[in-house]
């Protein structure tokens, strides 16, 4: 496409749905812009500024409608529908509807639903991944965090704390939150060294510290020895139940 505009320094670009652009720098056949509403700033092609196609994907609750953008795909891997935004060969722009989150994915992947929403609550219906690093524990303490989900949200789990008013605090409902805090739990290190054989087991204790609590939360546990967690269940006749989690 030929462009016969001008393309300087501080020029303002009008998009058809997120207001004016102006014009912060250009690099060959790109620029970066900024949005005026927002601030938000992003690369785009010179051709698909001048034609106004360009977005503010720093706005994430927006209600997209088949006219505006009709190419609203499913996800198979059980986060959500997500709507296609740019698609340049093989690499693709998208965004989630439930949640908004956008990333970058290749359209292969996209084909074999293998992109996920980090922020769909895929855990029990109430619990989320987020983004976090994958550091050496990171699996052990993801299966502490869905077993913790699972006795408070799991109306079918045998030891279910559901009918007993047992929850997880708002910040541990993403497990990303519950990787950054576990270090700073009690008897961490004892913990992970269980899962080397070099001592006894550990269970994740919410109500040793805070009788009765009925919160899983940063302030609240710890982890105890089991056979320490066990003896005062078994002392005060069920107040605490073998093995928490």
Known sequence: MAISRK????????????????????????????????????QVLLSNLVVGKCRDYSITNRTYTSKEYPNTLH????????????????????????????????????????????????CYGIGYHGEFEKVSYWKQAKQLWRNMLKRCYNEKGITSYTKKGVTVDDRWLCFANFL?????IDNFELWLEA????????????????KGNTVYSRE??????????????????????TSDI
């Not at 950054?180 to 700073?184: C, G, Q, S, T, Y």
């Not at 899962?195 to 805070?210: L, M, N, P, S, V």
């Open 180 to 184: 950054e805090d576990l270090p700073k």
């Open 75 to 122: 996800s198979s891997n059980g986060s959500g529908d997500f709507i296609l935004l740019e698609k340049d060969g093989s690499k693709c722009l998208i965004q989630f509807v439930t949640t908004g989150f956008i990333t970058n994915a290749l359209w292969e992947n996209l084909k074999l639903g293998k992109v996920k929403d980090p922020y769909f609550k895929s």
């Open 195 to 210: 899962y080397k054989g070099e001592t006894e087991k550990y269970d994740f204790d919410k109500d040793y510290r805070i």
């Open 7 to 42: 393309h300087f320094v501080g020029n303002v670009y009008q998009t058809n749905l997120d207001g004016n652009v102006e014009l912060l720098e250009r690099n060959g056949k790109s620029a970066r812009v900024r949005f005026l509403n927002t601030g938000y700033e992003t």
């Open 220 to 241: 609240a546990c710890m982890f105890l020895p089991q056979t320490v967690n066990r003896s005062i269940w078994s002392e005060n006749s069920g107040y605490h139940l």
